[in-house]
């Protein structure tokens, strides 16, 4: 494995391939693995609340909460290609290992709860009398966490990605 100074050391030498150093990120296959994964779990959602809610909603193509989890889909996908791109024992994929178990913990810790809340609060406030002050208040977003099986299904979206992916580079 070569660092990434050097790599950015012999592209910039080569003044022909300054050009292809800027659009380099268009191959950059962790990335792309990360943005693909997080895009089809948007997309599950989607069509998912469509499927049980005969609505289209678009802004689930954006939001959080459902199944599977984009943020764990995309953290996991991020992570499975910096492994097999650069190696399961090196730093680079520690890091992306310690990111994905924060990201999944705080999806099925902190933000569950707070959705959780936001469902009880949201009910307190729509039980008040229309007088009352806080009657008229904008609800609170109540998608915001995700429980055990959204995160599982949203990182076994993210690690088939990044392997079919890595799976896809072989052949070019």
Not at 39 to 46: C, E, R, S
Not at 88 to 110: K, N
Not at 147 to 153: H, L
Request: aromatic letters at 10%; hydrophobic letters at 45%; one cysteine or more.
């Amino acid at each position: 494995m070569r660092s990434i100074d050097h790599r950015l050391m012999e592209e910039s030498a080569d003044t022909s391939s300054s050009s292809s150093y800027y659009f380099s990120i268009f191959t950059n296959y962790p990335l792309i693995s990360a943005v693909l994964a997080f895009t089809i779990a948007q997309v599950i959602k989607f069509f998912t609340t469509w499927y049980k809610e005969k609505i289209w909603d678009l802004k689930r193509l954006v939001g959080s909460g459902g199944m599977p989890s984009s943020h764990s889909a995309t953290v996991t996908a991020l992570a499975m290609a910096v492994g097999l791109q650069e190696g399961f024992g090196g730093s680079q994929f520690a890091i992306a290992c310690i990111l994905t178990s924060i990201v999944m913990h705080d999806a099925t810790g902190v933000r569950l709860h707070a959705g959780r809340q936001a469902e009880v609060l949201n009910q307190i406030v729509y039980e008040l009398p229309a007088e009352h002050p806080l009657a008229e208040s904008i609800p609170l977003r109540e998608l915001l966490g995700h429980t055990p099986p959204q995160v599982v299904a949203g990182g076994v979206l993210g690690t088939v990605t990044a392997v079919f992916g890595y799976l896809v580079t072989l052949d070019s």
